[in-house]
């Protein structure tokens, strides 16, 4: 089992920055893939971004590429968004995800594990 917690969401001003954390604990070493997705009101959730923790290759989605970068410490337990240049449509509920399985994607079919989620307003 892997325990996964947001933090660092909050409100913003379009054009401003924001990071968020996730820590994961419990079968951490046998993790492959961490990421994040983010769920607007009304919406299906989407994968924004995420990480292959092996080797550090990283996947993003079209929104946000050039404006969000995922990122692991060294212990391969926590991942961060820095998400800069925000826009309204950004607003979501973002959410943390973390597989066993190397096939890192922007599926969240592919992700078994899930935090709670951390909310993430961007005012225009």
């Known amino acids: 089992q892997v325990h996964l917690v947001e933090s660092g969401g909050g409100s913003a001003p379009a054009g401003g920055s924001l990071r968020l954390s996730c820590a994961a604990s419990?079968?951490?070493?046998?993790?492959?893939?961490m990421g994040w997705f983010r769920q607007a009101a009304g919406k299906e959730r989407e994968g924004v971004a995420t990480?292959?923790?092996?080797?550090?290759?990283?996947w993003y989605s079209d929104s946000v590429k050039g404006r969000f970068t995922i990122s692991q410490n060294n212990a391969k337990d926590t991942v961060y968004l820095q998400m800069n240049s925000l826009k309204p449509e950004d607003t979501a509920m973002y959410y943390c995800?973390?597989?066993?399985?190397?096939?890192?994607?922007?599926?969240?079919?592919?992700?078994?594990?899930w935090g709670q989620g951390t909310l993430v307003t961007v005012s225009s």
């Open positions: 990480i292959y923790t092996g080797g550090g290759i990283t």
């Open positions: 995800a973390a597989d066993h399985v190397p096939f890192c994607s922007l599926v969240a079919a592919n992700f078994g594990y």
């Open positions: 419990g079968s951490t070493s046998t993790v492959r893939c």
